[in-house]
């Protein structure tokens, strides 16, 4: 993975591949989980880091959950390999690996990201197909069990925010719901989309603030003045229906209404206005100025157990 | 493959609540199959929207009948689409073991 080359766009194969290499490269750390299968069947991966231990707690963090936001993946490629080379050399990762395991999916909507680079290089939702409808797909991001159904999500199957038939009707959805219970212990969720530069916090589907919302937004403010520190991008950061508009079924609102208080969705950046086809060549720095957020968020979590 | 020759993002900000509300509006004109990049979420916040190419005559004109202004985010989807896949299949140097 060290000739890998992390500053263009790949494939899902070859993102798979380099998945492969990594785990094969540091077996003591990291290992892959296959945690479902899509509506195409194609495998979920899920990357695990860990020094070892039974039922850690552990940070949840998933990239490229709509498919088109291609920059979300490429930066899901680069954490996986930044983890494994500063494991051991940056002492707040190692902080944290030392208590936590992370989880990382760099492809959450595997399905979406092949019919992007094959056929339609702007679809956003998974594949699935809707019985008394032309049009395919959910939308991943409303598809959860968290005011689902309700305004801010489409119940029309042609509809970008298309909310699916039913709460984790999406296979995409529904092994990271099955693994997230299982699991029992994940004390931080992050998802990662693309582009407007917002770090976000429960709720999307309701104008109640959560209980934790003046740690979450202390937190937030830390996660961003730490990621403009590096290139300048300038991020908001607030719950998501103050922040940008009412969103129901949303991922980080069932997360946050499982327990888990730490719950947060990046926009990442987009500086120069090319909204899903940002070039390869933003995407090192777009993931270095995220991973010094999320560095904040991992290091918060392990300090301020729950 | 589908492609997006001629479509073109446009960058709306609505000035006031007449104009968010307007263009929230196109949200629910599926003929012009408008894919909106950025939601309308609040008076200054910037609204992207790709525009097929025969919707955008129409597009403009609606808007520029409401007085509502807009720019020209990107002139053609498919130029860097296609640039995007010419730097994929240039930088492919990277092949995994078997």
């Known amino acids: 993975t060290n000739t890998f080359n992390y500053a263009t766009y790949h494939s899902l194969d070859e993102i798979y591949a380099f998945m492969d290499l990594l785990v094969a490269e540091n077996s003591h750390l990291v290992s892959k989980i296959e945690i479902g299968r899509s509506t195409e069947n194609r495998p979920i991966y899920v990357l695990k880091f860990s020094k070892g231990g039974t039922n850690r707690p552990a940070i949840w963090i998933d990239t490229g959950i709509h498919s088109r936001e291609w920059v979300t993946q490429a930066s899901g490629v680069w954490f996986a390999k930044k983890i494994v080379q500063d494991h051991e ?94 699991h029992g212990n994940i004390k931080a969720f992050i998802s990662i989309h693309s582009y407007s530069q917002l770090l976000l916090y429960p709720y999307g589907y309701t104008t ?99 | 493959t589908e492609t997006f020759v001629g479509h073109q993002v446009l960058r709306i900000v609505p000035t006031n609540d007449e104009d968010l509300q307007k263009v929230q509006e196109l949200q629910d004109l599926e003929e012009l199959q408008l894919d909106f990049w950025l939601a309308p979420r609040g008076v200054g916040h910037p609204v992207d929207v790709r525009v097929p190419f025969p919707s955008l005559q129409p597009l403009k004109a609606h808007l520029e009948s409401n007085g509502i202004s807009y720019s020209i985010m990107i002139e053609d989807v498919q130029a860097l689409v296609d640039d995007e896949q010419m730097e994929m299949l240039r930088e492919r140097r990277w092949l995994p073991l078997s």
């Open chain 1, 89 to 182: 050399n940056d002492e707040g990762l190692a902080s944290v690996l030392d208590k936590m395991d992370i989880f990382l999916e760099i492809v959450t909507n595997p399905d979406g990201f092949a019919f992007t680079q094959t056929k339609n290089r702007m679809w956003r939702k998974t594949r699935s197909k809707h019985s008394n409808s032309i049009c395919v797909g959910v939308d991943p991001n409303r598809n959860w069990d968290a005011g689902f159904g309700g305004s801010g999500a489409s119940g029309n199957p042609c509809s970008e925010t298309y909310h699916g038939p039913y709460a984790n009707s999406e296979p995409e959805v529904k092994a990271i719901v099955d693994f997230v219970k299982s």
């Open chain 1, 208 to 306: 109640t603030p959560v209980p934790d919302q003046k740690e979450l937004h202390e937190i937030s403010k830390k996660a961003v003045a730490a990621l403009s520190s590096l290139y300048g991008t300038k991020y908001k950061y607030g719950s998501i229906i103050t922040t940008i508009y009412k969103a129901s079924g949303g991922t980080i609102d069932w997360t946050y209404e499982q327990g888990i208080k730490y719950s947060f969705t990046f926009e990442l950046r987009d500086t120069g206005r090319y909204g899903f086809l940002l070039p390869a060549k933003e995407i090192v720095p777009t993931a270095q100025e995220t991973w010094l957020a999320l560095m904040v968020i991992m290091q918060y979590t392990v300090e301020h157990p729950y």
